[in-house]
């Protein structure tokens, strides 16, 4: 299967500062990728999805101005978490699949970033 | 609205004893089912999926499925569990024609040697 890259794996910021998360995809072009948060004890909520060169697709309830997506190649999307606040402190993890819009084809994921804000 | 639970948050099982891991979904439509294993420190991996045909689905590392409507339930099983095994199992749901995955609170199998 695919392999998928998160950077940083754990970051702690303070509140009200930026934080950026990388996915990237090392070994297949990857068309479209999913943004899911996870708290504690709790499932994999899934944030948005975004396509290569097209804008995100977010979820109910999600704050595109404050979870800026960016899927500017096929191996790389970035989720930034602009002004962040304590309850935004949660484990991010991407996912990626060869297929637009494919949701059941074969998801590969990222090992996740944990996000600690002070 | 689909939702899906997993009932057991943690199971200890002995090495080379059978195991089953406890999944139900409810959906008003026909649904597509899948079983994620994360290992520490790993991403999510795809176990096996169910989206038409035989109910009961075998997957990687000895494990399989079987989809049961009238139950809802998709139940995960192994009949000989091993040190390896030891990770954080999700189960997830997607329905058709919204197919975005809707994931279970997750299942911590611990292999006891």
């Known amino acids: 299967g695919a392999v998928v890259s998160q950077h940083p794996s754990w970051v702690i910021c303070k509140s009200g500062t930026s934080v950026k998360i990388e996915c990237r995809s090392l070994?297949?072009?990857?068309?479209?990728m999913f943004w899911y948060r996870q708290f504690p004890k709790q499932s994999l909520m899934l944030m948005a999805t975004?396509?290569?060169?097209?804008?995100?697709?977010?979820e109910q309830g999600v704050e595109k101005d404050k979870f800026l997506i960016n899927h500017a190649s096929l191996t790389l999307s970035t989720l930034t978490v602009t002004s962040a606040h304590p309850e935004d402190s949660s484990f991010y993890i991407c996912s990626v699949t060869e297929e637009a819009g494919a949701y059941t084809d074969t998801q590969y994921f990222g090992p996740g970033t944990r996000l600690t804000v002070l | 609205a689909q939702s899906v639970t997993q009932l057991d948050s943690q199971v200890p099982v002995f090495e080379e004893a059978p195991v089953e891991l406890r999944c139900n979904y409810s959906?008003?439509?026909?649904?597509?089912l899948f079983w994620y294993v994360q290992y520490p420190n790993q991403g999510l991996q795809l176990l096996l999926k169910y989206l038409s045909g035989s109910t009961l689905v075998k997957g990687i590392n000895g494990f399989e499925a079987e989809f049961n409507k009238s139950q809802t339930s998709f139940h995960l099983r192994k009949p000989s569990v091993h040190i390896s095994d030891t990770a954080e199992y999700f189960c997830?749901?997607?329905?058709?024609?919204?197919?975005?995955?809707?994931f279970g609170t997750g299942t911590r199998l611990t292999i006891i040697p």
């Open positions: 070994d297949f072009q990857a068309t479209t």
């Open positions: 997830a749901v997607a329905d058709f024609g919204n197919e975005k995955l809707t």
């Open positions: 975004s396509n290569e060169g097209s804008k995100a697709t977010y």
């Open positions: 959906s008003s439509v026909s649904v597509y």
